[in-house]
């Protein structure tokens, strides 16, 4: 079954996990890594001791953990991961570059493990195999031929941990560059910067505990079932615990709505746990509106009842700007909220009611729903607005929680895997290694697009992932990689970067998290609250031939630089204890790095909002006071927002269904409003075409299916990668220069056979 044929469609879910997602692991599990490899590594996944899944980073918790401390989504990387399956020497000299190129995303994950190093030579049609020593000869001859440090990128996924990013980071750095974009610039950069401007820091400001004490818990522009199915057991027991889950969506998703717990035994004969007792499907872009209105019916209750609703103490003591912000509050319309966020002043006010109805802890997560638009960062600075109105922000139970994407994700950002790292980090890595970073800003993921494109940037070098298919504007991003003298993925399979190369192509075959690396050496992840673990794999590796992103990328930089060189390259790549105590020297917060990483459980960095200490210019938790707006296109197009199925986790696709949308055997399919498709004449499963608009170009997706859903009129979402050419790459969030994948200009229309 290919993603081009008819789709199965039935109605869409309104619980998650339960027996479905029980079958559904361990069907993945059984048939890629085998009953006695899977379910060993199942039940080494997330434990104290064990290794770090994979797949997401919602953290786990600090007490007790269950035997089976996974979810469904954690059960499919694992068996992505430990798969049998191997893609070798012979399976790259049967398939040339065109033919897998001509393979779906799906059929490429199936095709198991890269099992050694290969390169694509100049004119080449097939991959062949090349000694871990060539490979790393070719890299360096490469970096050395540029003019510039400057024309190589190095990007980072979020799968790399703590030890690889912060090595990586310093030979980029030694190399001469800060071109070091990641997967943060295309999610959570917009929530980091807004964050930092608002607060003093761009992470999140509570733990899991505290979601198990709050009052209320607002799930904004996030869908946990598929994206982060843990999440759902701490939802579980915070509505146990007398907590309000209100979910604030385009769409109504079943992680939102139900949760069938996979390890309660009630929950698998039938009983659901309800979820959010109010539900809002906020119009796409709409939440800024929402939140202005919310503040807007706060403070004209303030006004009656002084002293009665905002936290004026808070707000005297620790707060920056409000008289401003109260204005702008007050000089918005109401008719404006209500237009731009599709929510009435009636549902706002309940909504209110449910945030006054306790002591006020508050708890806002939200995931790229928020983020992946142009106002992205003004939105999360109304959020935070919102908590500075309340108090609700450094105290039990409450504060702000940005739920991240890939596991390591922001340690990677810690370990300083960033474009434009502060002083006193460049000034600290200066000290301690005899460096001389460079202070000029980097490129971010799009100035790294634009830069292949013109061809200022003739090297691309990535630590993980699958960049092509995460970026925007997919035939701009091939044509710009294709500019390039080498491109060199580290990887575990094969993906679709791999086919759309420059002149000359490596594929670096690297060690999976669940796989033991050398003498059980271990590394270490920092998950989405702050948390720095252990991580030690426990299964034997896929092949003989694999390294680890630490011993990858220790060569790499001793290839480089020389045997002399005053780094100790080889040693980092021999004992990673040695990284760590680097570390430890480098950034706040690490002390005593080995001992306590080595500890069950891990250790918190440290968090200064917690104690309501703000590092801002000011020290001041500052307002933000500006007009609302939403992302608003002519009459008879759409606003189309790129989401993902069930069946994959970032770029990676396991399979063909998106169960809790009732949907399979399909990907190329788009969800509307039942009468957008009527007013345009198109029936349900009719193949269509998109157009996308932006400042008078024009992008197309052809041959999708239409979708009925239940979603608000005006708005499409489809799946990513394969509506990822519609994004436009200039279009980007405002500030942190996010591609905007959630708010794309569209319109539908026949296809034309």
Same mark, same amino acid.
């Given at each position: 079954m290919n993603d081009t044929d008819q789709p199965k469609v039935k109605k869409s879910k309104t619980w998650a996990g339960g027996i479905p997602a029980v079958n559904s692991s361990m069907r993945h599990i059984i048939s890629q890594a085998g009953l006695l490899r899977g379910t060993r590594g199942l039940l080494e996944m997330n434990q104290a001791g064990g290794f770090d899944c994979p797949s997401c980073a919602w953290p786990d918790p600090d007490d007790d953990r269950s035997v089976a401390e996974f979810c469904e989504n954690g059960a499919k990387a694992l068996a992505s991961e430990a798969t049998r399956k191997l893609a070798d020497a012979a399976f790259f000299a049967n398939h040339s570059v065109d033919e897998l190129a001509a393979q779906s995303d799906c059929w490429h994950e199936q095709q198991g493990r890269i099992a050694e190093p290969m390169i694509l030579d100049e004119g080449a049609t097939h991959y062949r195999p090349i000694s871990w020593q060539d490979a790393f000869l070719c890299l360096a001859e490469e970096l050395h031929a540029l003019n510039s440090p400057d024309e190589a990128i190095f990007?980072?996924?979020?799968?790399?941990?703590?030890?690889?990013?912060?090595?990586?980071?310093?030979?980029?750095?030694?190399?001469?560059?800060?071109?070091?974009?990641?997967?943060?610039?295309?999610?959570?950069?917009?929530?980091?910067?807004?964050?930092?401007?608002?607060?003093?820091?761009?992470?999140?400001?509570?733990?899991?505990?505290?979601?198990?004490?709050?009052?209320?818990?607002?799930?904004?522009?996030?869908? /946990?079932?598929?994206?982060? /199915?843990?999440? #759902?057991?701490?939802?579980?027991?915070?509505?146990?615990?007398?907590? !309000?889950?209100?979910?604030?969506?385009?769409?109504?998703?079943?992680?939102?709505?139900?949760?069938?717990?996979?390890?309660?035994?009630?929950?698998?004969?039938?009983?659901?746990?309800?979820?959010?007792?109010? =539900?809002?499907?906020?119009?796409?872009?709409?939440?800024?509106?929402?939140?202005?209105?919310?503040?807007?019916?706060?403070?004209?209750?303030?006004?009656?009842?002084?002293?009665?609703?905002?936290?004026?103490?808070?707000?005297?003591?620790?707060?920056?700007?409000?008289?401003? =912000?109260r204005s702008a509050v007050a000089a918005t319309e109401w008719d404006e909220i209500v237009r731009l966020s599709g929510i009435d002043q009636n549902q706002l006010n309940q909504l209110v009611d449910t945030l006054l109805d306790g002591s006020r802890k508050i708890i806002t997560c939200w995931a790229m729903g928020i983020t992946q638009h142009r106002n992205a960062v003004a939105t999360i600075r109304e959020i935070a607005n919102l908590h500075f109105l309340l108090g609700a922000i450094g105290k039990p139970g409450a504060g702000l929680c940005p739920v991240r994407g890939h596991s390591n994700v922001q340690g990677d950002r810690t370990m300083g895997i960033f474009e434009r790292m502060p002083e006193w980090f460049l000034a600290a890595l200066d000290r301690e290694t005899g460096i001389h970073s460079p202070r000029k800003i980097g490129y971010d993921t799009v100035d790294s697009i634009h830069a292949m494109h013109r061809g200022d940037a003739k090297v691309f070098f990535a630590l993980g992932g699958n960049f092509l298919s995460a970026s925007p504007d997919t035939e701009y991003t091939s044509a710009a990689m294709r500019r390039c003298k080498l491109t060199c993925h580290v990887s575990t399979k094969l993906n679709r970067s791999h086919l759309v190369t420059g002149r000359r192509a490596l594929i670096l075959p690297c060690l999976? !998290?669940?796989?033991?690396?050398?003498?059980?050496?271990?590394?270490?992840?920092?998950?989405?609250?702050?948390?720095?673990?252990?991580?030690?794999?426990?299964?034997?590796?896929?092949?003989?031939?694999? #390294?680890?992103?630490?011993?990858?990328?220790?060569?790499?930089?001793?290839?480089?630089?020389?045997?002399?060189?005053?780094?100790?390259?080889?040693?980092?790549?021999?004992?990673?204890?040695?990284? !760590?105590?680097?570390?430890? !020297?480098?950034?706040?917060?690490?002390?005593?790095?080995?001992?306590?990483?080595?500890?069950?459980?891990?250790?918190?960095? /440290?968090? /200064?909002?917690?104690?309501?200490?703000?590092?801002?210019?000011?020290?001041?938790?500052?307002?933000?006071?500006?007009?609302?707006?939403?992302?608003?296109?002519?009459?008879?197009?759409l606003i189309l927002q790129t989401l993902r199925s069930h069946d994959q986790f970032n770029t990676t696709i396991y399979g063909m269904h998106d169960r809790y949308r009732g949907i399979s055997q399909a990907r190329r399919v788009i969800f509307a409003h039942p009468d957008e498709f009527k007013s345009r004449g198109i029936k349900p499963c009719q193949k269509v075409d998109i157009i996308s608009y932006w400042h008078g170009e024009t992008r197309r997706a052809d041959a999708f299916i239409a979708i009925p859903y239940e979603m608000p009129m005006g708005s499409a979402a489809a799946y990513f990668p394969e509506a990822n050419v519609l994004v436009p790459v200039h279009s980007q969030a405002i500030g942190s220069g996010t591609p905007t994948s959630k708010a794309i200009e569209i319109d539908i229309i026949t296809r034309q056979n």
């Open positions: 990007y980072t996924s979020g799968r790399a941990s703590n030890e690889a990013a912060f090595i990586y980071q310093l030979f980029v750095r030694s190399f001469g560059t800060n071109n070091l974009p990641d997967c943060s610039n295309m999610c959570h950069e917009s929530s980091g910067l807004a964050m930092h401007q608002a607060i003093g820091i761009g992470k999140g400001t509570v733990t899991m505990h505290d979601l198990t004490i709050a009052d209320v818990i607002l799930c904004v522009g996030q869908n /946990p079932g598929t994206n982060h /199915p843990r999440m #759902l057991t701490t939802l579980e027991e915070a509505v146990h615990h007398g907590a !309000r889950i209100v979910a604030i969506n385009p769409l109504r998703e079943a992680g939102l709505i139900g949760f069938a717990h996979p390890q309660n035994p009630m929950a698998m004969m039938g009983r659901k746990t309800p979820l959010a007792s109010l =539900y809002l499907t906020v119009k796409v872009n709409g939440d800024f509106a929402l939140f202005r209105g919310l503040a807007k019916i706060l403070l004209e209750r303030e006004a009656l009842a002084p002293g009665t609703i905002v936290d004026q103490a808070f707000i005297v003591e620790h707060t920056h700007d409000f008289e401003n =912000y999976g !998290r669940s796989e033991r690396d050398g003498n059980e050496r271990m590394v270490t992840c920092e998950n989405s609250m702050g948390v720095v673990q252990s991580s030690r794999g426990i299964l034997s590796p896929a092949s003989p031939d694999l #390294l680890s992103e630490v011993e990858i990328i220790a060569a790499l930089a001793a290839a480089y630089h020389g045997d002399d060189h005053h780094i100790p390259w080889s040693r980092f790549a021999e004992n990673y204890d040695a990284i !760590r105590d680097l570390i430890e !020297r480098v950034i706040p917060g690490f002390e005593n790095y080995n001992q306590r990483a080595a500890q069950p459980g891990g250790f918190y960095l /440290p968090n /200064p909002v917690k104690q309501r200490v703000f590092l801002t210019p000011n020290k001041k938790a500052n307002f933000h006071a500006v007009e609302i707006d939403a992302f608003e296109v002519p009459a008879g197009r």
